[in-house]
């Protein structure tokens, strides 16, 4: 019914730039928040950024002042940029939806299959 298709990941040196895209589709009419989450290897799963309806971000204390979330709402999609990636970066990156509305007044929350971003030289 309502899901999400990541894309963006992949290989870059420490200092590089990636923008990851989580788009969702499906019967939806609307999405509270939507946001970045990111599991490395050994750790637990930790919240990088989400962002609201209404534009109100929250960013991870590792992240901030090197990644921007921003949002579409026409599209339902997310946006990652992140810039200045280290090493400690390297993690798999989980797109979420929560407090999802569809349009049979349903509401869900949904999680993406996950994007694997490297940060090495």
């Known amino acids: 019914q309502v899901q999400l298709v990541e894309s963006g990941g992949g290989l870059v040196q420490p200092g590089g730039s990636l923008r990851l895209s989580c788009a969702a589709s499906g019967s939806i009419f609307s999405i509270y928040a939507m946001g970045w989450y990111r599991q490395a290897p050994g750790k637990q799963r930790e919240l990088v950024a989400v962002i609201t309806s209404d534009g109100t971000t929250n960013y991870a204390e590792p992240v901030k002042g090197r990644f921007t979330i921003s949002r579409d709402n026409a599209k339902n999609t997310v946006y990652l940029q992140m810039n200045s990636l280290k090493s400690d970066d390297t993690a798999v990156y989980s797109c979420?939806?929560?407090?999802?509305?569809?349009?049979?007044?349903?509401?869900?929350?949904?999680w993406g299959q996950g994007t694997r971003v490297t940060v090495a030289s």
């Open positions: 979420n939806a929560d407090r999802v509305l569809t349009i049979s007044r349903v509401w869900v929350n949904v």
